[in-house]
């Protein structure tokens, strides 16, 4: 199987920056797309940015122009830079992973990483 090791979190006040990763381990051949979701309290887990294994990005209209996804695919990581943070981005954030087994896709999740903006 997949393990999704994060690290980066953290406390932080408005207008700082941090910056998530996230590197697989174990079954971690054929990996594709990797992504940043984040769970706020009492909210819906959400999509923040996603990156395919050929470079197609999405984000989410929140984090626009303030978060940058990347990868590196030799070490079978991705990363979430943010910037300009504000108190609405205060929840876990949790990293997943797409794995292509023949003709299915996989889903493997993080255990998530806090990240906490506040002054």
């Known amino acids: 199987q997949v393990q999704l090791v994060e690290s980066g979190g953290g406390l932080v006040q408005p207008g700082g920056s941090l910056r998530l990763s996230c590197a697989a381990s174990g079954s971690a051949f054929s990996i594709t797309t990797m992504g940043w979701y984040r769970q706020a309290p009492g909210k819906q887990r959400e999509l923040v940015a996603d990156?395919?294994?050929?470079?197609?990005?999405n984000y989410a209209d929140s984090v626009k122009g303030r978060f940058t996804i990347s990868r590196d695919n030799a070490k079978n990581t991705v990363y979430l830079q943010m910037n300009s943070l504000k108190p609405e981005d205060t929840a876990v954030y949790y990293c997943?992973?797409?794995?292509?087994?023949?003709?299915?896709?996989?889903?493997?999740w993080g255990q998530g990483t806090q990240v906490t903006v506040s002054p």
């Open positions: 997943r992973a797409h794995r292509l087994r023949g003709p299915d896709i996989q889903r493997f």
């Open positions: 990156i395919t294994g050929g470079g197609r990005i």
